[in-house]
């Protein structure tokens, strides 16, 4: 082959790589692909699978201190659940040519990050309901457009995520109005939650896409189709109404409706506590990650259980 042959052919595959991509057509894992497509796409996959994981922390901690069975039985289902979406979103990255083993350490050691939300914590019962209502709100705004992403193995698993999340919403939302109702002192508790959580949920969304260097290539090959500001505002133009209902209060003095664009304005977002948080400098990052190190080194013998059982199958079936 001559040194003017390899760069045409590549030409070619990615011409027609990006025309599939463009009439809509799923990218499945021995599809060939762009190395940059490969990559973005295991850099955000595994970061979500890091969320829904790490995101396991802050409500396990109210498990035993749930106000009823009925409200532990929810909770465990719930986090049961985000444990099930991180087996999704790493089987999905693993068809990617990552492992499993690589995509732990990366997270262990820093290399991988995980949503900024994760990084706060829950002091009262009332937070649960806020993690419900508004962070699975925003990640079921976010991922209902992912169930289009480009990618097969991710398209598919979003649609079974989206389906849970809308249960977890509900279910938050749920605890929210109850404690709306309730004595002044439960009132208050909710807000406070309101107040500690609202715009932590507005960060979730990620900056404006100007200031990514990752959206112009996930817009291009269709991994992404709506802008973080778009899909903020569709979580606020929502959540907004909802708070309303239950006599909730919007903690942002700016906020207010704009009847030429059809949508909420709202107040400035701090990003430097984002940027902070991410960094590793917020209330519970260090706490998060010792904890999944704990807990992934004492599961050791687990796993090893298991490859012994994987290899004498194996024996006994030759």
Request: proline content about 4%; glycine content about 6%.
């Amino acid at each position: 082959m001559s040194s003017n042959t390899a760069p045409a052919i590549e030409d070619a595959r990615l011409s027609k790589f990006e025309e599939r991509v463009q009439k809509g057509d799923a990218i499945e894992p021995r599809d060939w692909m762009p190395e940059a497509y490969r990559k973005h796409l295991i850099r955000q996959i595994s970061q979500h699978a890091h969320s829904e994981v790490i995101g396991m922390q802050p409500e396990g901690n109210w498990i035993t201190r749930a106000p009823s069975i009925r409200a532990k039985q929810i909770l465990l289902a719930k986090i049961q659940d985000e444990g099930g979406h991180g087996l999704y979103l790493y089987s999905a990255a693993e068809t990617l040519g990552i492992s499993r083993e690589e995509m732990i350490e990366q997270l262990q050691t820093g290399k991988a990050k995980y949503s900024n939300i994760f990084n706060y914590p829950t002091l009262t019962w009332a937070d649960i309901g806020a993690i419900g209502w508004l962070v699975d709100g925003a990640a079921i705004v976010n991922q209902v457009s992912l169930q289009r992403t480009s990618y097969g193995p991710y398209s598919r698993a979003m649609v079974r995520i989206c389906k849970e999340e809308s249960f977890h919403q509900r279910q938050g939302y749920e605890i929210m109005a109850m404690m709306m109702k309730g004595t002044p002192e439960q009132r208050e508790m909710a807000q406070d939650a309101m107040n500690r959580w609202w715009w932590p949920s507005l960060m979730m969304f990620g900056p404006h896409d100007s200031d990514s260097p990752h959206s112009s290539d996930a817009f291009r090959w269709k991994i992404k189709r709506h802008s973080n500001d778009e899909l903020r505002t569709k979580f606020i133009d929502k959540t907004v109404q909802q708070a309303e209902v239950i006599g909730l209060t919007i903690p942002d003095p700016e906020l207010k409706w704009n009847e030429a664009t059809g949508h909420y304005d709202h107040g400035e977002i701090n990003w430097d506590e984002f940027y902070r948080v991410i960094q590793g400098n917020g209330q519970c990052n260090k706490q998060r990650i010792a904890h999944h190190k704990k807990a992934h080194n004492d599961g050791a013998w687990v796993r090893a259980a298991a490859e012994a059982y994987k290899v004498k199958q194996a024996v006994k079936n030759n």
